[in-house]
Each structure stands twice: as C-alpha cells, then as structure tokens.
C-alpha cells in the first residue's frame, strides 16, 4: 500500500510518499513555518509528487495530521487531504499529532515514559503519555505544564514536542528526570504515513481533533424589555 | 466549459457545477448548499471558529453532491472556482485550499474568485444581461453600488461607510427582540405596522457621492424604542414598518445617484441588478422597481436562492474568467478583504 502523508498542524508543512512498511520515504519535503501553511501546501505537493514515480495515479490511502495544534494550519491539512481522497476514491485517514510525535521516541526512549506535549500557549500543553510496554499513563488532553507535570509521576521521563521544554522545566522543578528529545518540534511525515497505513479508515476518521473548545459566548440580553 | 464552484466565506457551505452550452449558455447543473445558521443562532451572528469548523467537515460532501446532481465525474469538470475572499479568512482557506487539491490532481485550472465578482456576474448567469450595468449588492456584509462594465472591469460607486444593510436589520431585530436572522423578521412586522408612526432620519439623502450610512438609523430605532418602553407587540411592529421605511427611501436615493454617476463613467446602463440578500425584501425591491421605471431601465433580481451565497454564481464568474484565459496558481492567498474595484482603497467599515 502506497501513502501520501499530510502534515500542517504545527510548526511545519511537509509531505512525504512511502510505502506501508518501507524504512524510508519515495519522495518527502518538509517546510518549517508557523504560518503561511495555506499558500505553501499545494507547491509543495506538487513537488512532493512530481519525484513520486506513478503520481497520484499510485496513491492507495491518503493520511492527515488531525491535531492538536494550530486550527487554521489543521483545516489547511485535512482540507487538502479530504478533497485529494475524494478526487483519487482513495480513503483518507486522521492520525493526532500527539500520536506522531509519541511514535518515534517510543522506541528511544528506552525504560521511560514517553511523552508527547505540544505549546498550547497560556501556560498549557496538550499531553500524551505511555510507558514502556505501551500502558497509557496519560491519555491525550489539554493541561497545564503543571498539572501535566503532576500526572506523569516520579519516573524518568522524554518528551517530544514544541511543549517539551516547558513541560521538561515543569518535570526538573518536582524533581524528575525529564529529557527532550531532539529534533521533534512537530511530526516527522514518514511517520505519519507509517501510522496512517496501519489505521482503520473506519474509526480513524480525517476529522479535525482540537481538543480546545472554539471561543463563543452566547449573547444574552441586547433586546430592549417588552410589555 | 464546465466549472465546479466553492462557496465558504460565511456560513454556508456550497458547491456548484455550472456550465456553458454550444453557444455560450448558462445551464446550472447543480448547486448545493449547507446553511450553518442554525449552528451561529444561540451567538445571535456568525461565529468565525463556528463556521470554520462546519466548513471543514462538510465541504467535501458538498463538493461530491454538486457532481452526483450533476451526473458528471471530476475528470468532466475543466477547471475550479472558489471565492478566495472577501470574507470570514477561516472559512475562505478551506474552500480555496479543497479547490486547490481539486485542480492539483486533475491538472485542470484553479480559479480565485471574488466573492463580490460572483454576485456582480450573477444578472449574467440568469439572463445573459450585457454590460454594462448597475449593480446594489446589499447583504449582511456588504453594501455596495458597482458599475458593472465587463469581467474584470468594476467601478465601485458608493459603499457604505458603517453598517451592511442587512446588518441593519439583524441588530434592529435583535434590539426588538426577534430572532436572528433578522431580516425576514423585520419585514414580517413591518406589513403589519404603521410606517409613518416614528420619525427617523434618511441618513446622506441628497448628498452627490452614492454612499451609505445605516449605524445612526439603527440608533435612531433604539432612542424611539427607548422613549416607548416596554415594547408592545404593536410597538415592534410599527418600529419596523418605520426604519424599513426609512431604508427603502435611502436605497432609493442612493440608486439614484450612483446612476446618475453611471452615465458619465459607462453611457447608459442594460438594467439595475439587484444581489444579495438583503434583495429578498419585497419593500425594497419595489422602491427599486419604482426607481428602475423612472430612470427608464429594468430591474434585474435573481431569484433569492442566487442573491444569498451559493456556489452557482462562484462557478459562473469562474467560468467567465476562464474562458477569456484567466487562471490562478497554487500560491493564491485567501483574501479577508479584497474590494471589487481595484482602484479603492478598502475604507475603515466599508468590509470589502
Ligand atoms: N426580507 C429581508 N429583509 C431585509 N433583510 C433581509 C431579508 N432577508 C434577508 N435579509 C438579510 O440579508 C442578510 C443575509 O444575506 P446573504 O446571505 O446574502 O449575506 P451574508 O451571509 O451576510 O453574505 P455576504 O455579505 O458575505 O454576501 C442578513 O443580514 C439578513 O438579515
């Protein structure tokens, strides 16, 4: 199975063709950029595919990066990936940025937790966790580095993500052994197509996951009093 | 030539397919649309972090429904539109961005379409009207009177200075009480209301330059109401039959000089076309009539499923561009505010 993975939900906009399975990527460009993802994309699709033999014509399941993360840069992602499934009759996947960050310290890092937690601005990170073994000591969520600090508990711990040196500040300040792992400010999109290639299209819908509810208030009142 | 065409600067989200026949006909094969207000009701407007993430989920439907309607495959379709602006930025970078993938993967051309462009070309796609026209487009965000001389060629007479119309009506509703959207409300208690029981003002009646003002109306409303309270259900209704009276003559006068305006700039216009959907409002659509007659042209109003946002017109001003060879590449940028007549500089309040 052959994938086209799509990454815009945080620091950067990259793309990448691979093969389910495959060490390495057919053809893969990554751009570091907070903003600009919307105008940068399909150039660099274009690219991306143009060094891809067989095209778009070879493409088997498209996969996304979901978020959490930037909302306008996560539209951006799943916008493409969902109207590019559509124009290939190919499923498209979501795959949560926690997750494609967590995935490749995994294997690194060794006897300690493995954790995932990207900036959420305001003091906040959105946090993933597992332990050696893969039990889930953090599910994902949105939490203070404090309060996230707090649920990792005492053991070593790396962390991957634009969080990871909050959070790893939070973790020293209590006394734990935090590491940041280098190079992981957003997801590697190998990765992404590794993990998308082994979704469920059925569950793992390309859906944006925003973990932050969106700020609307209900307006009250404004209505001059009737008799 | 057949073109798809994306709609999502607001809060519908729509998908089109227009195409031209052998002698250069419009046929509107399809044109789908998924309204969000009653996601925005309970904010009592549109909420751009609402309607982005209604876009996103659900522009990719539209897009599959408008060929299904249509009975035509992707690979039938020779080039996609999408309003790149002016409008809610979230929402507009989805569209564009689904539109971008789309000619991506086909190889068939990108267009970015004013927003704008596509309500002034509608008249076109109706009834193959000629240019040069006059065109009020009056809707919740946009209140303008553009001479319309050919695709590409707008000149912008008059816009208003604060407040859309349609917005007018969406806060006098709320400050009454009734439910949003407003306009539809308004107008139903107007019928029933005495148009002449509050004095308000006509704001820049007379003045030489076509602009609009609404906000002071909208306050006039509120001292009269202020002055009265509690409202009384009659109350409510004769408030509304004043200000919609208000506006009509205040569209009236201003028509009349931007066409005034029109003659020395494009000769006499082919019709008067009115969009958007504030056109809806059969008061004003009759002072246009009354206008339209005095001033010796017809009155042009597409039926309100084309005056509101749709993909149709946003196909159609695509198809317009492409067939004189405009096309766009993958870099265009969304565009909050983009005004229709390159000339004008966007003004503070004038919203495009
Ligand atoms: N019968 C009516 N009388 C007066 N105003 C109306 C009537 N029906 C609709 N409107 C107003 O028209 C506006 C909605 O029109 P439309 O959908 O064209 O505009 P919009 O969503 O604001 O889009 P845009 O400005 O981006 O074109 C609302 O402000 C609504 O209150």
Redesign the interface.
Known sequence: MRVLAIDTALGACSACVAERGAPAAISTETMVMERGH??????L??RV?AHAPGG?GAIDRVVVTVGPGS??GL??G???????????KVPVVGVTSLSALLSPIVATAGDRVAVAAIDARHGQVFIQAVAPGGRVVVPARLATAREAARLLGSGNIMIAGSGAGLLAAEAWSVGVNATVAPDALFPDPLWVARLGALADPATALP??Y?LRA??????EG?????? | MRVLGIETTCDETAAAVVETDGAGRPIIRSSEVLSQIAAHA????V?P??A??AH??A??HM??RALERAGVE?SDIDGFAAAAGPGLI?GV??G???????S???GKPLIAVNHLEGHALTPRLIEQVQFPYLLLLASGGHTQLIAVRGVGDYVRLGTTIDDAIGEAFDKVA????LPYPGGPQVEREAKKGNPERFHLPRPMQGRPVADFSLSGLKTAV?QE??KI?????S??SDLCASFQAAVVDVVADRTRVALRGFRDIAGHPTALVVAGGVAANMAIRRGLERLAAEAGVRLVAPPLALCTDNGAIIAWAGLERLRMGIQDD?????RPRWPLDASKDTRAGAKA
């Open positions: 919307a105008e940068a994309l399909l150039p699709l274009e595919m778009f909302f306008t539209r951006i799943i916008s493409a990936a969902r109207a590019i499934g559509l124009a290939l859906k944006p925003y969106p700020d609307a208030k209900p307006q404004g209505a001059l009093p009737r008799a | 309970a904010y009592g407007g909420v972090e609402i982005a993430r996103v989920e522009v990719d897009v599959a992707l979230g970078m989805i564009l961005t689904t539109a971008k993938a789309l991506l993967v086909t709320k400050m009454l009480g509120r109401a202020q309270l509690p409202l009384r259900a109350d409510v993958l870099t265009v940028a969304a």
